[in-house]
């Protein structure tokens, strides 16, 4: 059975880059036709996609979030990663990493963690 | 860009009743639409893809409908476990893009 767990630090201070892991275990990351992704949620707020990465390595990212966003993968570790610079208070969120079907369904999601952007 | 507005915000009924979940796409997004159903300090679930198909283990009195524009979730029969917020989801083709309706509310009355 497929699982995602994200990790990474709590808290963050303004100005820094956030960075975030995504282990996948029970599968392959490498398994064709899938993306992986990162949606986060500010406290008490609706969902804001962040970005994908396709199993081929291709990216593609919010465009409200893209000049600062970067999503990378590491088969030899079956994890894949976030990196958000810049950060501001509006960064603070939970962050989900999730598996994607082709056509973009969010099919099975890590439980989130939560960071604070504050100094 | 595709912009999904759900409605209502927020829905009050009572378990036994018929909810009736609305989400509108700014522009036409085939049946390419799914939703999720998110409880407190949990990761949201994959309820419905592709409009109208059930995920695996999702009860059957869960359905979805609609394509183009206009699209419904609907619970026939509340259950207790059922209140929770429930989101819409789009993708557009190209470039792949992600979009999140608010979300609904579904709370007890």
């Known amino acids: 059975q497929l699982q995602l767990q994200e990790s990474g630090p709590g808290l963050v201070k303004p100005s820094e880059t956030l960075s975030l892991t995504c282990t996948v275990s029970?599968?392959?990351?490498?398994?064709?036709?899938?993306?992986w992704g990162w949606i986060r949620q500010p406290p008490g707020k609706g969902l804001e996609w962040i970005g994908s990465i396709y199993y081929s390595g291709s990216t593609y990212y919010n465009p409200s979030l893209k000049s600062r966003v970067t999503i990378s993968v590491d088969t030899s570790k079956n994890q894949f990663s976030l990196k958000l610079s810049s950060v501001t208070a509006a960064d603070t969120a939970v962050y989900y990493c999730?598996?994607?079907?082709?056509?973009?369904?969010?099919?099975?999601w890590g439980q989130g963690t939560m960071v604070t952007v504050s100094s | 860009e595709i912009v999904l507005t759900q409605s209502p915000a927020t829905l009050s009924l009572s378990p036994g009743e018929r909810a009736t979940l609305s989400c509108r796409a700014s522009?036409?997004?085939?049946?390419?639409l799914a939703w999720y159903q998110q409880k407190p300090g949990q990761a949201p679930r994959l309820l419905i893809y592709d409009a109208s198909n059930r995920a695996t283990g999702i009860p059957a009195r869960f359905s979805g409908s609609g394509s183009g524009t206009d699209f419904t979730l609907t619970i026939s029969s509340l259950e207790p476990e059922d209140f929770a917020v429930y989101y819409c989801q789009q993708r557009s083709n190209w470039p792949p893009e992600d979009t999140f309706g608010q979300g609904t509310k579904l709370e007890i009355k």
């Open positions: 029970g599968g392959s990351i490498s398994s064709s036709s899938y993306y």
């Open positions: 522009q036409s997004v085939s049946s390419y």
């Open positions: 999730a598996r994607q079907d082709s056509s973009g369904w969010f099919f099975i």
